[in-house]
């Protein structure tokens, strides 16, 4: 997606993740979901709480789809994922996109292992598995998803956002994200 179309809603997210009860509010929000999701999703960092809460607003009228939106970004996990990796990200995403892919694209050799959770757990913590975790949370959730027993049309629209959308509800899970 265009990191710099996007700035605007990155800008209302952020003031939004700035609210104290945010916390609140996403307590209030995970009644929808079980046990062990609800704990993967209030296990978020603010501004990743803050984002999906705005994406799930928008798609309200669709439960399974409003649930996925809640957890579609919860494979960024706090503890995987350091604040300077996600700072650097970013800022290669706004500036030098091809050498952003290029380094994503070496995590991505030099993890090992069946399925994302191992290859990234395979990688040294800091920035190599920090950016497997950028570029791979969608996987990363669905996998953590699948084991805490979730529906599968949940595991399926969180495991393919990042990708291209398959079907009509997908395309929603990405239009909304987008705009937030
Ligand atoms: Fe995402
Ligand atoms: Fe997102």
Redesign the pocket.
Known sequence: MNTWRNLPGKALVTAYALRPRLRLRAGEAAAVLSQGERELFLGMKRYDLAHSLAVADRLRDDPPLYRAALL??AGKLPSELGLSTRWLYTALELTAPRFLRRLCGRAERKAEGEGAVERMRSLPRGLWRGLYVQSH??EIAAELLRGLGSEEELVRLVGG??GRPADVRAARLREA?DSR
């Open positions: 579609h970004d949370h969608g956002h990042q994200d």
